[in-house]
């Protein structure tokens, strides 16, 4: 049986915003263009580097929820998730389990100047079961 709307997956690495929201605004753009669902996705750290942050999971749902208020994907139904661990298998996890129709991410960590594909990106590109369109930076 088909699903009724299509479901985007969209990672955003909330370090790296000020710097880079492309793969972001393409992905409320395509989600407006086939009027899909989009799931805006963040993975915070095992271990977080921040000894002034108590519970991650909260601080960066907060910082994701600020991210949106500031940059809103108006017209786009959004659903927002926080997962703690490794970027590039939170990623597939989530796009497995939710059985999202195209990840849109960026390539690579924008202070990384590379020709290739960033590690996280290539990861995802190889595991995913769906499509994965991918912003260069």
């Not at 977080?48 to 960066?60: A, F, G, K, Q």
Request: net charge positive.
């Amino acid at each position: 049986m088909a699903k009724d709307v299509e479901l985007l997956l969209c990672p955003v690495n909330l370090r790296h915003l000020e710097t880079n929201t492309r793969a972001y605004d393409e992905a409320v753009s395509m989600a407006k263009r086939r009027r899909a669902k989009l799931i805006v996705a963040t993975v915070a750290p095992e271990m977080e580097r921040n000894l002034n942050i108590r519970d991650s999971e909260v601080y960066w749902s907060q910082q994701l929820a600020k991210f949106l208020n500031d940059n809103p994907p108006d017209g786009v139904q959004v659903e927002t998730v926080v997962r703690k661990g490794a970027i590039h298998r939170q990623i597939v996890k989530l796009a497995d389990e939710r059985k999202v129709d195209v990840i849109v991410m960026n390539s690579a960590n924008p202070k990384v100047q590379d020709y290739l594909l960033g590690t996280t990106a290539s990861h995802v590109v190889t595991h995913a079961k769906c499509s994965v369109y991918v912003v260069r930076g």
